[in-house]
C-alpha cells in the first residue's frame, strides 16, 4: 500500500472509497476512543494486518481542524521507530486512517514480566526514543506528550523495537509560531509548560528524561495526591535520586537524567546531545540485574487502578469545581485552546487548561493551566 504524497491541494491526500470493506476485511475491535474505533484489519490485496482508525464524520464538525493537525503530523513521519501513518481513506461517512500495527504491548507491562532486566536495557530504550525523537524536531515536528503509556513495542519477541505513537497533540513549529499551550500528562510535563512561559523543542526532552527516571527506579520523579504540590515540585524541578533505589544505579546515569532534567531549557540537553552522552553512546550503563527492584515499584506506581486513581480526568473536574471557576473564563478558554491544542487521545486527558489565582496556590502559580480537553478521536 502506497502512501499519497498529495502536497498541492487540501483534501487530495485523501482516497475516496464506497465501502472500506472492499479493501479491508475489519476484524476484532482493537480499541474505542469518545468517537472512533481502532479496528484490527487485512487488506484484501496484499493480506497484510493493519490497525485502522475509524472515525465518523459526524464527530469531526467542529473538530476538523484538530484531526487536519494530527493527519498534517503524521504525514511527514517516516522512522523506523514511529508508528506510521500508511494511508488516508474517505466515504460518505467516515474517515479511515491506515495505522502500521504494532503488537508487542506497552513498555511497563514487558519490563514487569522480564526476568532479567538492567541499566543497559533502558539505555537501549532511551536511545531509540532519543532518535526518532531527534528525527522529529528535525523536521520541526514537538510530540508534546511524550510518556510510557505512548511507547510500545513493535512485536512481542524478546529484542524487538520500541515505537512512538499518539500524535495528537503534536505540533509542527513554524516561523514566528511560538508555543505556549499547556499540554501533556501530569508528571511528565516540564516546568516551563506549567509556567506557561513560551517553549520549545526542549518540552520533549525533558519529558524522556522523566521516562529515563522511571525505568531505572519503576517510579515517578514528581509525585503527590495534591495537584498543586505536583506542580510546584515540577515548577522547581525538586527531585531525588532516593536511597535505596538508586544505591546500585550508575553516577553515569544520574547525570545523563539531570541533563535532560534541568530546570532551564536553555541549559537542557537536546536529543542530539543526549545521543551522545556516556549513558547512551558509551559503555557507562551497568549489566547489573535490577529487575526484581524495578519491577516491583512499576506494579506499585503505575498499575492501571492506580495511575486512573491519580490522574483520572474526573479528579480534575473536581478540583476545578473547588477553584469555582467562573463559566465565563471557561468558554473563553475552551475556544482558544480547542483552535490550538489539537486532539487529545483518551490516554491523554489528565492534564489540561485552568486559570489558577493566587489565593489558590503560591504566587509562581498565577498563570498555570490545568483544565480537562474532553477531545478525544
Known sequence: MDRENGESGKGTWKKQVDDIKKIFELKEILGTGAFSEVVLA?????GKMFA???IPKKAL????????????????????NIVALEDIYESSNHLYLIMQLVSGGELFDRIVE???????DAS????????AVDYLHKLGIVHRDLKPENLLYFNPQDESKIMISDFGLSKMEGSGDVMSTACGT?????????????????VDCWSIGVIAYILLCGYPPFYDENDSKLFEQILKADYEFDAPYWDDISDSAKDFIGSLMEKDPA?????????????IAGDTALCKNIHESVSRQIRKNFAKSKWRQAFNATAVVRHMR???LSSSMGHSMDKTMMSEVGVFSKASVELGVVYVSQTQFPSSFSYIFYKVLLVSF
Open 42 to 46: 487485512q487488506e484484501r490485496s496484499t
Open 52 to 54: 485502522v482508525k475509524c
Open 61 to 80: 464538525k467542529g473538530k476538523e481542524s484538530s484531526i487536519e493537525n494530527e493527519i498534517n503530523v503524521l504525514r511527514k513521519i517516516k522512522h523506523e
Open 114 to 120: 522480564k526476568g532479567f532486566y538492567t541499566e543497559k
Open 124 to 131: 537501549t530504550l532511551i536511545r531509540q526514543v532519543l532518535d
Open 186 to 202: 501530569p508528571g511528565y510535563v516540564a516546568p516551563e509548560v506549567l509556567a506557561q512561559k513560551p517553549y520549545s523543542k526542549a
Open 267 to 279: 541549559k537542557r540537553f537536546t536529543c542530539d546531545q543526549a545521543l551522545r552522552h556516556p549513558w
Open 322 to 324: 473547588r477553584l469555582q
